[in-house]
């Protein structure tokens, strides 16, 4: 019973702590709303996305290795887990290196590409390599049920990005000020984030390798790859695009509307880490694991939910007092951005739900979207309300595609 307690307590910091951090990043993003002019503001979102999109691969890390901990933690696996923290670690590290490597020296390349500032596509490199460590202790706190450390180093990293970036916007830096402190805040996660974990990776250093723990491994690793690049593709292809595809002043206004959807986005993200974790320890025990995925949708509804109704019903209100009067034609798009936003919030809960039963089938359905999405932008976005539509109507597909998918199970199961 007390365990029980201790887990539900855990659980619950980690919602509130998540919670927390979202607002702490959405500070960020308001703030440096208002500080920066809507073109240099349209580039920093084009910088994040750009960040995203890179650091997909700690995403794959950080589920993967929720899962597999999970089960290796349901099952009373220790020597399993060992091996698996000291194989691993070693391969993040090094991809890591190797990647920051690539991207340092093609920053000039890549900046003059998308029309983004030549350091932060350098500290780009470097917010990489940290952010796949991060997401690696972030992966092995969510599986082994540490919440209470997880959620402390969400806060850590949100507070501190937005006290450093802030601090450098108002220092003269601008654009390169407010990434800088982004990526020095991953480095401030990751210390906090190591500090539970240092006595397993001790005892992991003289576990001894299993090459059939090996191969299943790095197979999951991969089918999880294809899975969360699509899902990373979907919700950020669009911020990458719109300084490219759309005129300064739209872009500027898809930027705020963008900054609006983050809120439906991310509120439930705490949501899709305990369904992650509930799901793998469940299915490795042959127990029920629709009970969470219902609680899950649920919440995101009723949270999510009610933000992008508000959307629809109060743009005019809204725009203004969260992301300022100088992106009026924000109005327009946030209505359509939200809803989108909404769906694929729902689509992060049935990837937690897919990945943690091992179930990999929607990652060919994600790609098949990112495709029709990447070509519908290119040829019908001519502003921003229309690019806004784009994504909202890949959303609906991916969400019908998910109930399939889940139907699909259910019958293979019955």
């Known amino acids: 019973?007390?365990?029980?307690?201790?887990?539900?307590?855990?659980?619950?910091?980690?919602?509130?702590?998540?919670?927390?951090?979202?607002?702490?990043?959405?500070?960020?993003?308001?703030?440096?709303?208002?500080?920066?002019?809507?073109?240099?503001?349209?580039?920093?979102?084009?910088?994040?996305?750009?960040?995203?999109?890179?650091?997909?691969?700690?995403?794959?890390?950080?589920?993967?290795?929720?899962?597999?901990?999970?089960?290796?933690?349901?099952?009373?696996?220790?020597?399993?887990?060992?091996?698996?923290?000291?194989?691993?670690?070693?391969?993040?590290?090094?991809?890591?290196?190797?990647?920051?490597?690539?991207?340092?020296?093609?920053?000039?390349?890549?900046?003059?590409?998308?029309?983004?500032?030549?350091?932060?596509?350098?500290?780009?490199?470097?917010?990489?390599?940290?952010?796949?460590?991060?997401?690696?202790?972030?992966?092995?706190?969510?599986?082994?049920?540490?919440?209470?450390?997880?959620?402390?180093?969400?806060?850590?990293?949100?507070?501190?990005?937005?006290?450093?970036?802030?601090?450098?916007?108002?220092?003269?830096?601008?654009?390169?000020?407010?990434?800088?402190?982004?990526?020095?805040?991953v480095l401030v996660s990751l210390i906090v984030a190591a500090i539970p974990l240092a006595a397993l990776v001790r005892a992991a250093r003289g576990a001894t390798a299993t090459e059939a723990l090996g191969g299943a491994e790095t197979q999951f690793f991969v089918l999880s790859g294809v899975v969360l690049l699509a899902y990373a593709a979907l919700t950020n292809i669009d911020a990458v695009l719109a300084r490219s595809l759309l005129a300064p002043e739209e872009a500027g206004a898809y930027a705020g509307a963008i900054t609006l959807g983050k809120i439906v986005l991310f509120a439930p993200l705490a949501v899709g880490y305990l369904l992650l974790e509930r799901t793998a320890r469940a299915h490795a025990k042959g127990e029920d694991t629709e009970r969470p995925l219902l609680l899950g949708i649920g919440f995101v509804i009723a949270t999510s939910g009610v933000v992008a109704l508000a959307y629809l019903v109060a743009a005019d209100r809204i725009v203004p007092l969260v992301v300022g009067a100088q992106y009026p034609a924000t109005v327009d798009v946030v209505g359509i951005y939200g809803v989108a936003a909404l769906l694929n919030a729902l689509l992060n809960i049935w990837i937690a739900y897919f990945i943690g039963r091992g179930e990999m089938r929607i990652g060919l359905l994600l790609?098949?979207?990112?495709?029709?999405?990447?070509?519908?932008?290119?040829?019908?976005?001519?502003?921003?309300?229309?690019?806004?539509?784009?994504?909202?109507?890949?959303?609906?597909a991916t969400q019908a595609a998910s109930v399939a998918t889940f139907l699909a199970m259910r019958r293979a199961s019955a």
Request: with cysteine.
């Open 367 to 396: 790609a098949l979207a990112v495709a029709a999405e990447v070509v519908l932008l290119f040829t019908t976005a001519g502003d921003a309300v229309q690019m806004a539509r784009v994504v909202l109507v890949v959303a609906v």
């Open 1 to 185: 019973m007390l365990t029980r307690a201790r887990a539900h307590t855990g659980a619950l910091f980690l919602l509130v702590a998540s919670t927390i951090a979202n607002v702490l990043a959405y500070g960020y993003q308001v703030v440096q709303a208002r500080l920066l002019t809507p073109p240099e503001y349209a580039a920093l979102t084009a910088l994040f996305g750009i960040l995203i999109l890179e650091t997909v691969s700690s995403q794959v890390i950080q589920s993967a290795t929720a899962t597999l901990a999970a089960r290796y933690r349901a099952r009373d696996e220790e020597q399993a887990l060992h091996v698996f923290v000291r194989r691993w670690g070693v391969r993040v590290g090094a991809a890591g290196a190797v990647l920051g490597g690539l991207i340092v020296p093609a920053a000039p390349t890549l900046a003059a590409l998308l029309r983004l500032p030549v350091l932060c596509g350098a500290l780009g490199g470097l917010a990489l390599v940290l952010a796949l460590l991060f997401t690696f202790a972030l992966g092995l706190l969510q599986g082994l049920a540490r919440f209470v450390w997880m959620g402390s180093a969400l806060i850590a990293q949100a507070g501190a990005r937005l006290l450093i970036g802030v601090a450098l916007v108002l220092a003269g830096l601008g654009v390169n000020g407010a990434f800088t402190g982004a990526t020095a805040a």
